[in-house]
């Protein structure tokens, strides 16, 4: 096969359509309630801590076979979307996905996803993050996904059950919530180090 760029080369993309209905954003809200959800630390591996000022959440981890329609589901929509905008090397899911439940006045502060490695420790690196918003965003006020790199730092505006990808090294952050709760679906997408 002969290498080709994309034609438009970006670090963030969302889909076009809402990855998930309502009624499977629901089944995985259900799920991530079922895999015993704990409050977030900040930081990842064993050096994570628990840090009030920095992450406000509860999440918790949805194995692959508990949900394999749904990892289908993003896989193709990681290969799509890693085809037409990022071009990174050989990336695929190498962690569970994060279920993520922000109370009112729930927030996790500017980051970047690259703190924690693969499940060995070393390789792969992330390289490729998603949000999926599971709520639907008349559940909820504030909460806005932010990035710091995007001039204007326009609020982006998720529908119930689509997606954003973005390069994992991109400073982020999710505003706190003033009403209600909002819900998303995290995941990392790893491959080996950038060259
Ligand atoms: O909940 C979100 O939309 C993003 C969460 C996030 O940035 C993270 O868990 O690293």
């Known amino acids: 096969m002969i290498p080709r760029m994309p034609r438009w080369q970006s670090y963030v993309a969302t889909t076009t359509q809402p990855m998930f209905t309502p009624e499977q954003c629901k089944m995985i809200i259900d799920a991530g309630h079922q895999c015993k959800p704990e409050q977030a630390k900040v930081g990842g591996g064993e050096e994570g801590k628990y840090d009030t000022k920095k992450r406000v959440t509860t999440i918790s981890w949805i194995p692959f076979d508990k949900l394999p329609q749904m990892y289908k589901v993003i896989e193709n929509q990681l290969s799509i979307i890693n085809l037409n905008h990022f071009y990174f090397d050989g990336v695929s899911l190498t962690e569970p996905a994060q279920f993520t439940e922000y109370p009112k006045t729930g927030f996790y502060d500017w980051h970047m996803d690259l703190n924690a490695f693969g499940q060995d420790g070393q390789n792969p690196i992330r390289k490729i993050s ?66």
Request: charged fraction near 25%.
């Open 130 to 195: 998603m949000t999926c918003l599971l709520s639907d965003p008349s559940e909820f006020k504030g909460g806005d996904l932010l990035f710091s790199d995007m001039g204007d730092n326009k609020p982006l505006q998720l529908k119930q059950g689509q997606a954003i990808f973005f390069a994992s090294f991109l400073r982020h952050k999710v505003a706190p919530v003033k009403k209600g709760i909002r819900r998303s679906l995290v995941m990392w997408f790893g491959g080996p180090p950038f060259k």
